[in-house]
C-alpha cells in the first residue's frame, strides 16, 4: 500500500456562537469571500490559497468533535484535512491514532453525505480528516464548492 501525502492544511473550524454575525464579520470585516450560500448552522469563507474557514455553530460541533465549547482559556477550533476518498479518511485517522492522538470519532458516514473521523493531537487539539465529495479546490487554489 502506498503511503498517502502529508496532509495539506485546507480547512479551519471556528466554533462560533452565532454564524450569521460571524459572516458579516469575516466577509465585510476582514474581506473574505463567501465559497457558497450559507446554511444557519455553518458557513465557508476562502481564507487563502487552498485554505477554507469553516464558521461553525458552536452547539453543533460536539456531533463531530467531542466536547468542545467556548471559554476564557481555549475557544474550539479544528484543523482539517479534506481527502480524496473514505479510505483515507480511515488512513489519516488510524495513522494520527498510532502517533499518539486520541479518538474523538472513529470515521463516520455523516448526514451531509461524506465521511469524517476527528482525533485530538496530544495537546487537545482537533484534527478533522473528511472526504466530502461535493469539496472542490480549482487549479488555481480556490475552494468553489463544500
Known sequence: MSKPAPPALNAI??????VGVSLKFYTEGIGFELVQPAHPEIAFVRAGHGLMLALWDVAQMPSEY???GHSRLDPPISLGHNV???E????????????GASS?????????????????DPDGFR???????????????RVSSV
Open 13 to 18: 473550524t471556528l466554533g462560533v456562537r452565532d
Open 66 to 68: 467531542g466536547e468542545v
Open 84 to 86: 480524496r476518498s473514505d
Open 88 to 99: 483515507e479518511v480511515e488512513i489519516y485517522y488510524r495513522r494520527a491514532l498510532d502517533a
Open 104 to 120: 474523538v470519532n472513529e470515521p463516520t458516514r455523516q448526514s451531509w453525505g461524506g465521511m469524517s473521523a476527528c482525533v485530538a
Open 127 to 141: 484534527w478533522d480528516f473528511v472526504h466530502n465529495p461535493t469539496f472542490v479546490i480549482e487549479a488555481d487554489g
